[in-house]
């Protein structure tokens, strides 16, 4: 797939998974791309082991593909061991949204909501 406007990547981006808020979040993790101006927020609920997350939900403002992205990936995550998420790649995201590949110039775009997640599970770690 050579057009990043595809339909499927444009109704995922239209009707996001997960979209929302969490009414009582264990973290918050907000993260921009100061490059575009995109921006997300996500809340996730741990399972009571604090190893898998049981529940996710985002809020966000950006392009297509950060926005898409971040759907399928919340998708991706529910009920998965936070030892899984944090090995998640950048090709695995693509696979996801049915891309081959991606400009240099998306890739932010692409991993703004992974990074997002990414860096409230580093909260935990610290805890």
Known sequence: ?????????????RNPNNFGDLETPDFVSTNYNASCGDVITVSVKLSKDKKKIQDIKWKGQGCVISQASMSVLSQRIIGSEIVKIQQLSQKEILQDLGLDKISVGRIKCLLLGLTAVRKLLNKLEAK
């Open 1 to 13: 797939m050579n057009d990043i406007y595809h339909l499927d990547l444009l109704d995922e981006a």
